[in-house]
């Protein structure tokens, strides 16, 4: 695997005519420098990279190529954990991934995580449509095990959760799956989970929640104290909200709306220049993009294990990946609080 850093320069030979220029990238041997970045996952036993890369845009705005370029970026950045969905592109994300994996032949460095539920073709979580979409998960992406299964409770409202959780269990007993996440489900139905597993159910190890600067009180009250109190993994999905803390859109569209275009134009309002304000003067500071600060501002959250991030060009997975290595300072994080109340 090619090393982080490593450019054109690092592989001049001893009879090129143009020595290296002093500003060039300097040439690291060996591993990525983030493959010792590591977190663990709640309670499943894994260790994953601080930000998951998403393939929400895969198949998407992204094409198959491309995609590959993102995925091989992160990685060289030190990456290990990547989560998509079978509803993301009808498939084709899984796709995407599955194919990269088997071409670069990882998958037993990848953390891989799926969320099933939303699939047109195996919609819910009962028992009969939960198998399903596991093994069609599987198959498009080309491999025998999925390490996280995300449950999305947002598109089911009526399957128990003892039941969900009993298929959950012949698949982990079966070697589909390694451990149990979830999205959608409130606080009683988390205590209700944990419960069961004291009967032997698996456990929900792992919580995908929408969170970032501009949505934190979605994430406030009960559910964020049981997530707390069961030492669950929190894995917060829309960290930019939907681009818009890049601060790369900051104006309203007029016309017809894509719907990225109405997700981003929704946040074009007092409240959200503001926080854009404070981003810009904190990225200025501290020589970095305004994503940076945004994914700081989240690993400075004590109960965030690592945000879900999406990419559609391998540079922003390189200013995402900076966002590790950034640390606010209290007086940072109470100015993007401020402005973002």
């Known amino acids: 695997m090619a090393a982080f850093g490593v450019g054109a320069a690092a592989t001049a030979g001893a009879g090129a005519v143009n020595p290296a220029h002093p500003s060039a990238p300097i040439p690291v041997l060996g591993q990525p420098l983030g493959s010792s970045v590591r977190v663990e996952l709640g309670e499943t036993g894994m260790s994953v990279f601080p930000l998951i890369l998403g393939g929400g845009e895969f198949g998407w705005t992204v094409d198959t190529a491309t995609s590959h370029e993102i995925l ?46 939303a699939h047109p073709d195996h919609p819910g979580l009962g ?9 069609a998960s599987l198959t498009r992406l080309g491999t025998d095990r999925i390490d996280v299964l995300y449950l ?21 007993s079966a070697g589909k799956v390694r451990a149990i996440g979830a999205i959608g489900y409130r606080a009683a139905q988390l205590v209700e989970a944990r419960i069961l597993c004291s009967a032997g ?8 929640v929408p969170f970032n600067v501009l949505r934190r009180h979605e994430f406030d009250g009960d559910l964020r104290l049981v997530a707390s ?6 894995t917060p999905s829309h960290a930019l909200e939907h681009g818009f803390l890049s601060g790369l859109h900051r104006d309203r569209v007029n016309g017809p709306l894509s719907v990225r275009a109405k997700q981003i134009t929704a946040n074009v309002n007092r ?23 945004a994914v700081a501002w989240l690993l400075a959250q004590r109960i965030i294990t690592a945000p879900i991030i999406n990419a559609y060009a391998p540079y922003q997975v390189d200013e995402l990946v900076q966002g590790v290595g950034v640390r606010l300072t209290r007086a940072q994080l109470a ?6 109340d």
Do not use: C
């Open 201 to 208: 159910y698996p456990r929900i190890s792992v919580l995908d």
């Open 72 to 117: 091989d970026t992160y990685v060289r950045a030190g990456g290990n954990a990547i989560h998509t969905a079978d509803s993301f592109s009808g498939g084709r994300s899984e796709h995407i991934i599955g194919r990269w994996m088997a071409e670069r032949g990882i998958r037993d460095d990848i953390v891989l995580a799926v969320r099933v539920g």
């Open 335 to 340: 100015d993007i609080a401020r402005a973002a």
């Open 152 to 172: 999305d409770a947002r598109a089911d409202t009526t399957t128990a959760v003892e039941e969900t959780l009993a298929t959950a269990e012949w698949l982990i």
């Open 271 to 293: 409240r959200g220049t503001r926080t854009l304000k404070a981003l810009d003067a904190i990225a200025a500071e501290l020589g970095v993009t305004n994503a940076s600060v």
């Open 127 to 135: 028992p009969v449509d939960l198998v399903r979409a596991a093994e």
């Open 229 to 234: 109190a069961q030492s669950m993994a929190v």
